[in-house]
């Protein structure tokens, strides 16, 4: 049978999904819709060779209180399959019909209330990621800091209810107080997205400035949605661009992201006109505090969420 050869690592009782399509493709294997009993669940196939990624994701996943939080993806279990050179790593986890945030602004454009609720609640979930949550309940025990790594707009999926899901914790970090935090190199996650620090080639970063690089990242996906909302003012709704894509087209080099990002403090362009819609100038300001080069300077995930609750509260009170 399928499940011959099969570990189910957490929990034992379920059976192995049925896949059914490829939804995804990344760097670490594919994402297939697949049907587990009377639901739809996502399976992440990796490739042997990222058998460290399957291992850290799984590590993440049991950190205590991120079972559960709406804006975190839902993990269901993880198993590696088969012997040898043939094994396949697999991890369940929730399914989200619409994908990820990439994917869905490549053919839809998005309301303004829409954008907001959509960007406070991806502030919610890494507000809540990179929280250090001490015992404060019995039974519930401490919740360290953990930073993405790999924060882009490929990695947030939307829910039904049009809220963000942060995904892939296969290169994301916990901060243990007292603990090393091991061999936490340079140059990882995705060039595109990477803070002028990282594309610096500086190491040994503390916990703050793994969270300040990830706020970077949070920046350049804001630009992205406010680039596909249909309520800001310029004129028509632009296509679809991966941030930089205009500058530096769909491939750009390690030499080409430090010349434009360093060299040239380039970030992608804001167009003055969507600063006379208030509420999107706010938001504009938010997102270039985001992008500083002054790591220092860049706002905490929880400051953003507080800052866009209330133009939400604005605009639909
Ligand atoms: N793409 C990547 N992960 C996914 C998931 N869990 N659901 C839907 N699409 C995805």
Redesign the pocket.
Known sequence: TSTQNTQLLIPPEINLPQLIDI??RGRFGC?W?AQLHDRFV?V?VFFLQDKQSWLNEQEVFNTELVHYHPHI?NFIAAASRGVGVETELWLI?????Y??LADYLKTHTMSLPVALKFMETMATGLSFLHEDIPHKQPHKGHKPAIAHRDFKSKNV?ISNDMTAVI?DFGLAVKFIPGECTGESHGQVGTRRYMAPEILEGAINFQRDAFLRIDMYAFALVMWEIITRCSDVPGGSTPTYMMPYELELGQHPTLDEMQACVIDQKTRPVVNDLWRQDEVVGILCETMEECWDHDAEARLSAGCVEERINHLHRRIQP
């Open positions: 939804k995804a994402v819709k996502a992440k993806l986890t929730e399914f989200h019909e994908g990820s999926l995904a």
